[in-house]
């Protein structure tokens, strides 16, 4: 039984179009995370939710929306794709939000591989 | 300069050898460090939290150095299923972010 299960695992698109690309993970956690790993592997975080709320939103283009209708489910939604979208963008848990007794570990779904053409 | 680095690698090592890898962090405030390990293709797992005493886990041994800002994994015995990449990451609740370095590759060769 998948801990965090996201889709779809592997995305194929033109530039311009707009994707989305869900989480959900059944562990109880209260926290959820959107990371974005390029070709050079640099795992970079984007946003993080606590409880449906945003508590983390890095320098990401505003082409690029989360939303959270529970704190079991995290969605990315991207509009407007371009080519250095291209990328595997993992959704990851953890127990709580960090600075609240978070030990740090993170609990990561399988990937989602988006390519742009 | 970078939150978290690390040496990208690769490191070639035979079956059996001991290798150790560090990753330098920038922000003297940051509390907590692990190290993760991703296959290729699959996503990051926690390998083993990192405590300032130092800390082992069967043939792995992690070290903290927080005068030098620095963390260390050693392998011992290495097997090849060990080859992956290890990424060190670090957290401090100043910024409430878990960082990740860019990982270092290891391949074990029979």
């Known amino acids: 039984d998948t801990a965090v299960s996201q889709t779809p695992k592997y995305l194929v698109t033109q530039m311009g179009n707009d994707k989305s690309i869900k989480c959900e993970q059944n562990?109880?956690?209260?926290?959820m995370y959107w990371y974005k790993q390029d070709s050079k592997k640099f795992l970079k975080i984007m946003f993080s939710?606590?409880?449906?709320?945003?508590?983390i939103n890095e320098t990401v283009p505003n082409r690029f929306s989360p939303k959270s209708p529970d704190k079991a489910h995290l969605n990315l939604h991207i509009n407007s794709l371009e080519l250095g979208d291209s990328a595997v963008y993992f959704c990851?848990?953890?127990?709580?939000?960090?600075?609240?007794?978070?030990?740090?570990?993170?609990?990561f779904g399988e990937g989602s591989r988006l390519t742009v053409l | 300069r970078k939150e978290v680095e690390q040496d990208p690698g690769p490191f070639n090592v035979p079956e059996g050898a001991t290798v150790a890898f560090n990753c330098t962090y920038s922000?003297?405030?940051?509390?907590?460090f692990f190290w993760y390990r991703q296959d290729c293709r699959k996503e990051p797992k926690l390998l083993m939290s990192?405590?300032?005493s130092g800390n082992e886990d069967g043939r792995f041994t992690a070290q903290l150095n927080r005068a030098s800002q620095y963390i260390s994994l050693l392998i011992r015995d290495s097997k090849l299923s060990d080859s992956a990449t290890y990424l060190c990451?670090?957290?401090?609740?100043?910024?409430?972010?878990?960082?990740f370095g860019s990982g270092t590759r290891l391949s074990i060769r029979p």
């Open positions: 990451v670090v957290y401090h609740s100043s910024a409430s972010k878990i960082i």
């Open positions: 939710y606590n409880n449906k709320e945003l508590i």
């Open positions: 922000n003297s405030a940051s509390q907590s």
């Open positions: 990192v405590y300032s």
């Open positions: 990851a848990s953890s127990l709580r939000r960090p600075g609240q007794g978070n030990t740090g570990e993170l609990f």
């Open positions: 562990l109880g956690h209260d926290t």
